[in-house]
């Protein structure tokens, strides 16, 4: 092979010798060398092996159509060194090159000196891709540690990435879905290059690229550093991680080679040697050399299994199994002396040493490795001897080596009995420690990790697992708290977490994890004094335990590790749960009392001191937390020999201030000092007035040495934020990021004022300063717009961001660009509950807009006032707020017509109709103004002012349906029945007095005489008769005015309602298409205008909002002629042009009365002939439309085909055949259909984007299978889309799937509004949903879920029989399951006969004698702590939301093979819908649980419980279910009006069906249609569902009284677990799983 062949194998796995000759070719041949002919370029071995390169490229793309592997790296890696080359040496590059390099710029498109970050190129296939490239290869390419990107490359993908952001969004979607925007994108693939060695290096050497990056970074924005967590972050694992998790078992199936330990030992040695081979020191080549041939010599037949374990996980091109296969078909090989003596035989109980305090990490690591080999044949077999006596000399050289080695030996010696429990001794005193160095504890951190993989690999089962290791030498002695301890101090939190958990489950092996934790926390507790009180253990110190779990909240505070246990209360625990929550009042308190008690010791001689002083630093943190930064520069400056800790907050505090006092040198080395020092300068150019900030009448020169000045303290900043970058610690790596966006931000100004300059320069009169503006306005657009969302929750972490940009805007922008800085900050404080914090930034920007040269804008003013008013209402200040609002409204309603001008600007108009719509929503909800008033003063008015702002019409909608709801509440109220009570007994009075005076005056008309008394009678009755008369024309009046007034709301709000449809705004609408068709279908009877109203309307409507409504529009259809039916036909004809998704609802209700004779209960179905009629007549008009009628056609013949599937003959007892599609009738038919009209897979998920392709049917497989599973044999067909996906569908029949598909409907539409709650977006709630289409009463298509098993087939086995599941592998002498359900039915039994407390006293047993495993199940799936933490948190969020979705629903059969479990995510999955609203509650044996919350399903949670997480998503999705209660319930109405088929089987049914002339059809009346006698039974019983929904979302639990949220769910979880209401449910139901 030549040696161009060579080196683009070497471009293939991206190896550093190319990077080496890069290096060579720029150090030889810079911009400032001289190329003569005593110093040709042909004499450079470095450009000479860059020129065979290319030419070896150029000669593979002329064989090859596509780019080989590696190019487009190598590209950007010789295009961030061409720039800095002679001229004559890029065009020398270039003509070698030729077509084999995309675009290759030469000198003639590059100004020499310009700034990487300036450059542009035109034809970049986008940053995000070629931040991509630049990164490191895969595992299975790699071979030491992964090799470093030149940072200049890295700077250019980021500059045009923030200019541009092309191909930023591919990336979002396929880097992981953790990774939900462009700029989140780029950021984590920046940050994660950064973080390694090289581009560090670079940061200190070039000050260039070190404030490029920066810069860039800090354009990201703030909110692309928030969401920077480890799991965004792909951490490089090497082959032989690989190796070791190459055959974990996760799902059975082909099993790769079983590793050996001394293999994978092997394998490091080996991929380390041959990487070395080509290392730039000669010395470590040659030892290299000598250890690869030595392994093969000595050790060659472990070599041989060690490469057989390579092949597989290694590309098949890798160039180690290339020089492999050379050094072992070697015919003789030289063995060479073993260049250390040989190891002595200590004992190894004595010889493991790990703590070397006075050695850095590359020295510890030499040390260690020398160490191993000293241990000798005490501890180590011969294979493994070997390998240590050929690779420790070359370790001494090579860190990485070393460290790779030490590694894997301490694998190797914790799978040696004999070293086991010395190691475990010599790890604990490690780990022990009080200061502990990050890399160290993280490389023995990394041995556990593949230990517990290994292991587990090996047994089966998850490792270590208690008691069954507790007698294994290592595991049974290492001490898992203070190794749990290590990993939370050095940051890697998941790992602490995990190690905590083993160490609960080692203490405690026959407790669930659940009560693990607090049996630690008694056992601490334990006192022998009788007289304790019992509440004094709510105040005890926390155990070794709680307080680790503290400092694992602080780090984890997605994970709300403290929420829900009220026991703790002791001032630490607190304390901390005052930090999470962010409740600094409270900090500040338990702070204070820290610091008076440190005060105490100190004067009583019981503290030295740093008890004092660190209290004392808290308390400083928090108070700067709370913004009072004033209070901690109150005292001056500290002393010089005082910590840096104190002295970063005291500059912090000094910067933000603009305080630029003198600062000691020995000081000015912090981050904050060096911020502070900056700026300082910064204001000494600038000037102290507002008026005086004009760097650009300066000369460019002069402006670039003052940029100079204030940049230098903060060039070294950007590498040493950037130096920890490589801990695996979400916090440190979101407070780099965003140090890093600081310092960006300072050189962002930099680069403004200096191209002000220049352009001033060019102009020679009226400086610019349009960098500078338009710099500003970018910040505010920042601030306002995509981060505001993401800063609600954590405006404290950027904070310090916002503060620094708003301070450099004091010293270089004009007063009115700061003051609408300054406005948007205190917005987002607002937004994150900090108004304290922006009533002060709103006073700030006032003062700097008063103290303004020129007067401030109208709409600056307004919307800063505006904001203020919004601050107070926040505040609870109601009073003051109206007063400022209705204020800021006077001047808006003046301002209207100018409004209206076309002076005003879109921003002013929509400013105004904000104010307007604000305070009337204020007004209407303090009740200080009436409804009239209200919506003609302000919410009409706002309409007026700006017809498109959505928030104002949405508002409005929101008022109107909010009256509507108030009047209906009023009208069906007691009081209100009381009243027209009151009216028909004035009524009834009336017409009584007027008879009475009809009798008197016939008798008076006929002549006959009356006396005094008749006479007084009837001056009586005409006195009572007026009073009446104007008490009924009174009533009268009241009861037209309350039906005008219903009339009025109900009319207006479906035309607000429309409008806001009209709008089609990019928000989601669901809520408001819910609310538009809820009231329509509610009214319209009564107020046929209302029906009008939506008629009109239909034309402008955006019809996708209303689309996932289709089941409840079809629900609707009947045969009348009316209005109604009209404008439905209408509107369903329309959406149905959306596409072929909105037909199959109305061919299902078409198909209504396709139940086949074996159906249960067909003789008793009665059709609804109506709804059946009313489909066929909407499908024939959908028919006449052209554009949709091909695919009407070919969706109708699908439904046929896959009615024949789910109906086709088969033999149950043979499951196992396939049967060929073309035997189904239709098929043939289906596939001429569709050649001609495309059709979307109807178990497909539509994409949102209506921009992105729909998956379209292509193909079916041909031949369709029968599921192992399931009564009714469900069949299984496979369908490939116009994208090569193939989709699994199961095709069901005898099986009522419309409860399914409304189910999962619902379930979708909560998804959108947890999308848009900003608590439920913080927690990421979602309930995983699945498609269902129905296609007749009896048959439908459920779309297959993938990488799934149910609970039943993991805990117990596909097999109860066999014992395969998790309770059999990790404990086998529990209680068989099958023994288990025995037992339950036999006490069910003896319950049944009257032994009441048989249930109790079995279920009790089994507890005992069956334990919880899930636990173990997420250990055994998921090794790696990242994955175990992520797993474990979307489990938690899974089972909440479905819980707490499901009690709401009534949904019941939750036995363990109607969930789902997701081996990927951890998530469970929620199948088979059948009994729901509560049915579960009539079955034979009630269901008197509101969910599944058994044993094994809290032991998945871990240690917490139902605590922590899992409470916290409980409450947040119940609050959110709360306050979407229209939607919800809107949805359920479903059943009301489309009855299911088996509530239409209700024994009234049976008895019309067998006495046709009974009362029950007799009281339908003469005439009547099959679907009123459907709607008879089956619409009371959902009636009666829908009232039990509504009660639960009202906090209805059993009691009359509605309960709060957290109580409500306190309530749930105690029902759901409590074991006298599991010992009563369905033993099928296996209760104790």
């Known amino acids: 092979m030549s040696n161009g062949a060579h080196l683009i194998h070497l471009v293939r796995h991206q190896d550093e010798t190319i990077q080496s ?294 590309d098949p091109k890798h160039l180690c199994l290339e020089d492999l296969d050379d050094l072992l078909a070697g015919a003789s090989l030289v063995r060479q002396p073993t260049l250390l003596p040989r190891s002595n035989s200590r004992l190894a109980g004595s010889s493991w040493r790990l703590i070397w305090d006075e050695l850095d990490f590359s020295a510890w690591l030499k040390t260690l490795t020398t160490e191993l080999l000293s241990l000798g044949s005490a501890v180590w077999d011969g294979p493994a001897l070997g390998v240590l006596q050929a690779c420790v000399p070359l370790a001494q050289q090579v860190p990485w080596f070393s460290e790779r080695l030490l590694v894997l030996a301490l694998l190797k010696a914790i799978n040696l009995s004999k070293s086991g429990s010395s190691l475990a001794k010599a790890l604990n005193a490690f780990f022990q420690q009080g200061k502990i160095e990050a890399a160290r504890a993280q490389c023995l951190l990394r041995a556990l990790h593949l230990a517990r993989i290994y292991q587990t690999r090996q047994k089966l089962r998850a490792v270590p697992h208690f008691p069954s290791d507790s007698a294994d030498p290592f595991w049974g002695a290492l001490d898992l708290h203070a190794a749990a301890a290590c990993a939370s101090k050095v940051g890697r939190a998941e790992d602490g977490f995990l190690y905590l958990e083993l160490h609960l489950q080692k203490l405690h092996p026959d407790l669930p994890p659940d009560q693990s934790l607090k049996a630690s926390d008694a056992t601490n507790s334990a006192s022998t004094d009788s007289e304790r009180l019992r509440v004094e253990e709510f105040f005890q110190a926390p155990s070794q335990e709680v307080c680790l779990l503290h400092d694992l909240a602080r780090q984890l505070p997605g994970d709300e590790l403290l929420h829900g246990n009220a026991q703790w209360c002791h001032a630490d625990s607190r304390l901390v749960r005052a930090e999470l929550e962010q409740d600094h009042l409270t900090s500040l308190h338990l702070r204070s009392e820290r610091l008076e008690a440190a005060l105490r010791g100190k004067h009583s001689g019981s503290d030295d001191g740093g008890r004092e002083e660190a209290a004392r630093l808290a308390l400083d943190d928090v108070i700067a937390r709370l913004g009072l930064h004033p209070l901690l520069t109150q005292v001056g400056l500290p002393a010089e020999d005082a910590g840096s800790d104190v002295w970063e907050l005291r500059m912090e505090s000094l910067w933000r201030l603009q305080q630029w006092d003198h600062v000691p040198g020995v000081q000015r080395q912090g981050f904050h000092a060096g911020i502070q020092d900056a700026l300082s300068n910064i204001s000494a150019v600038s000037g102290s007035a507002p008026s005086t900030h004009d760097f650009s009448s300066g000369a460019p020169a002069s402006t670039t040495r003052a940029a100079a000045t204030w940049e230098q303290p903060l060039i070294g900043l950007v590498a040493t934020s950037a130096m ?167 001047d808006c309603r003046l301002q209207q017509t100018a409004g209206k001008s076309p002076s005003a600007s879109p921003e002013t108009r929509r400013l105004f109709a904000k104010v307007l719509s604000g305070t009337g929503v204020w007004l209407s909800l303090s009740k200080l103004e009436s409804p009239e008033v209200i919506q003609r003063d302000y919410f009409e008015k706002a309409i007026s002012v700006d017809p498109t702002d959505v928030q104002a019409g949405r508002q409005f909608a929101e008022f109107l349906d909010s009256r509507l709801f108030e009047e209906l509440s009023r009208q069906g109220s007691l009081e209100h029945a009381r009243a027209q009570e009151a009216r028909k007994f004035t009524e009834d009075e009336l017409a009584r007095t007027k008879q009475e005076l009809e009798q008197i005056h016939r008798s008076l008309a006929s002549g006959k005489p009356v006396g005094p008394q008749v006479d007084a009678r009837w001056k009586t009755l005409k006195e009572q008769k007026r009073k009446l008369d104007l008490k009924y024309e009174e009533d009268q009046k009241d009861t037209e005015s309350a039906k005008g007034r219903l009339k009025s709301l109900a009319i207006g709000c479906v035309k607000q309602l429309g409008r806001c449809l009209m709008q089609g705004s990019s928000e989601n609408l669901a809520q408001v298409a819910c609310r538009f068709l809820s009231i329509w279908f509610d009214h319209n009877q009564e107020y046929p205008e209302i029906t009008q109203a939506v008629r009109e309307a239909i034309p402008n409507l955006a019809l996708t909002p209303l689309s996932p409504f289709i089941y409840q529009l079809a629900s609707r259809l009947d045969m009348k002629d009316s209005p109604f039916q009209k404008t439905l036909d209408e509107l369903l004809v329309r959406i149905a042009k959306l596409g072929a998704h909105t037909l199959w609802p109305l061919i299902l209700l078409r198909n209504g009365d396709q139940v086949p004779k074996e159906m249960n209960g067909q003789v008793c179905f009665v059709p609804d002939s109506g709804k059946i009629g009313a489909a066929k007549r909407i499908l024939e008009k959908i028919r006449k439309q052209q554009e949709v009628r091909p695919v009407l056609d070919t969706v109708e013949i699908l439904c046929t085909f896959y009615t024949s599937v789910a109906f086709y003959p088969i033999d149950k007892r043979n499951r196992d055949v396939e049967i060929p599609l073309s035997q189904v009738s239709q098929y043939r038919e289906l596939r001429k259909a569709l050649q001609s009209a495309s059709v979307p897979v109807p178990t497909s998920v539509l ?111 596909p097999n109860t029989q066999a014992g395969e599941g998790a309770h059999q592998r990790y404990r086998p002498n529990d209680m068989p399951n099958l023994a288990c359900r025995k037992r339950m039915q036999e006490a069910s039994d003896a319950a049944a006969k009257g032994d009441r407390t048989a249930q109790d006293r079995v279920f009790a047993e089994i507890c005992k004698h069956f334990k919880p495993v899930m636990h173990l199940l997420f250990l055994e799936r998921y090794p790696s702590p990242c994955d175990w933490h992520r797993a474990r948190q979307n489990y938690a969020r899974s089972v909440a939301v479905s819980s707490i979705v499901g009690y709401i629903v009534g949904l019941g059969d939750r036995h363990t093979n109607n969930i789902l479990f997701d081996k990927r995510t951890g998530e469970i999955v929620h199948i088979d819908f059948g009994i729901t609203f509560d049915a579960g509650k009539a079955l034979r044996v009630p269901e008197l649980i509101p969910f599944r919350l058994t044993r094994d399903v809290v032991a998945g949670l871990g240690c917490l419980g139902t605590c922590g997480l899992f409470r916290r998503c409980c409450e947040t999705t119940m609050e959110v279910l709360r306050a979407s209660a229209p939607l919800v319930l809107a949805v359920a109405e479903v059943f009301v009006h489309d009855p299911l088929y088996m509530w239409s089987l209700s024994p009234s049914k049976n008895k019309r069906e067998s006495d046709p002339q009974s009362d029950h059809m007799q009281s339908v009346g003469p005439g009547a249609s099959s679907g009123a006698l459907v709607c008879a039974d089956g619409n009371e019983m959902a009636k009666r569902a829908l009232m039990g929904v509504k009660g639960k979302l009202l906090g209805e639990s059993g009691s009359a009284a509605s309960l709060g949220v957290p109580a409500h769910v306190s309530q749930l979880i105690h029902e759901a677990m409590d074991p006298g209401n599991l010992c009563r449910v369905f033993p099928g139901w296996s209760q104790w799983l």
């Open 21 to 314: 000759i890069l290096a060579g070719v720029e150090s030889q041949w810079c911009l400032k060398c001289k190329i003569s002919s005593t110093n040709p370029p042909e004499v450079s071995p470095a450009l000479a092996a860059l020129m065979a390169l290319l030419r070896g490229l150029k000669q593979e793309n002329a064989k090859k159509d596509q780019v080989p592997d590696g190019v487009e790296w190598l590209h950007i890696q010789l295009e961030a060194v061409l720039h800095r080359l002679h001229p004559k040496i890029q065009q020398l590059i270039a003509d070698a090159a030729g077509g084999s390099l995309p675009t290759i710029a030469t000198s003639a498109a590059i100004e020499p000196g310009e700034r990487p970050a300036k450059r542009r190129k035109q034809s970049r296939p986008g940053a995000a891709a070629f931040l991509r490239q630049i990164a490191p290869p895969r595992a299975s390419l790699a071979w030491g540690p992964p090799p470093s990107p030149d940072l200049a490359s890295i700077v250019r993908c980021l500059s045009e990435g923030t200019a541009a952001n092309q191909g930023a969004s591919k990336l979002a979607k396929n880097v992981t879905s953790k990774v939900n925007s462009p700029n989140v994108a780029i950021m984590v693939e920046t940050l994660q290059l950064v973080s390694q060695p090289k581009p560090v290096e670079q940061l200190r050497r070039e000050p260039d690229l070190a404030r490029s990056l920066a810069s860039g970074l800090a354009r990201l924005g703030p909110a692309a550093a928030l969401e920077v967590h480890t799991s965004n972050f792909e951490f490089q694992e090497d082959a032989v991680e690989l190796a070791v998790c190459a055959d974990h078992f996760l799902d059975g199936g082909a099993k790769k080679q079983q590793a050996g330990v001394d293999e994978l030992l092997c394998c490091g040695a080996l991929l380390g040697s041959t990487q070395l081979q080509v290392h730039p020191s000669s010395q470590v080549r040659q030892l290299a050399f000598t250890s690869l041939q030595q392994l093969v010599s000595k050790q060659k037949q472990l070599c041989v299994s060690a490469r057989k374990l390579l092949e597989q996980i290694l």
């Open 1247 to 1357: 994409p949102e984007d209506t921009s992105s392709p729909v998956p379209l049917i292509e193909s079916f497989s041909e031949k369709f299978s029968i599921a192992k599973q399931g009564i009714s044999c469900p069949r299984i067909v496979k369908v490939r889309d116009s994208a090569g996906r193939q989709h699994k569908q199961l095709v069901k029949g005898m099986d009522d799937l419309r409860q399914d598909a409304v189910m999962q409907q619902l379930f979708r539409l909560l998804n959108n509004v947890f999308e848009e709650n900003p608590e439920s977006q913080q927690f990421q709630l979602g309930i995983r949903t699945f498609q269902v289409v129905p296609l007749s009463p009896c048959a439908g298509i459920a779309e297959w879920v993938d990488n799934t098993a149910t609970l039943g087939e993991l805990l117990t086995g």
């Open 724 to 890: 920890g970058l490589e801990e695996r610690s979400s916090q440190l790596l979101r407070q780099r990021a965003l140090r890093l966006q600081m310092l960006g931000s300072v050189f962002s100004v930099t680069d403004a004022l200096l191209e002000d300059s220049r352009s001033s320069e060019s102009r020679s009169s009226n400086p610019s300063r349009q960098a500078m503006a338009a710099l500003a306005a970018r910040w505010q657009a920042v601030a306002e717009g995509q981060d505001a969302a993401a800063a609600t929750h954590k405006f404290l972490q950027i904070e310090p961001f916002y503060s620094l940009q708003a301070t450099l805007l004091a010293a270089v922008a004009s007063p009115s660009e700061e003051s609408r800085f300054l406005t948007s900050i205190a917005s987002l404080a607002r937004g994150a509950s900090q108004v304290h914090r922006g009533l002060g930034l709103l006073e700030r920007a006032r003062g700097v807009s008063m103290d303004a040269p020129s007067k401030p804008s109208k709409s600056d003013m307004l919307r800063l006032y505006w904001e203020h008013a919004r601050c107070l209402w926040e505040l609870g200040q109601p009073q003051q707020a109206l007063a400022v609002a209705n204020a800021l409204a006077a």
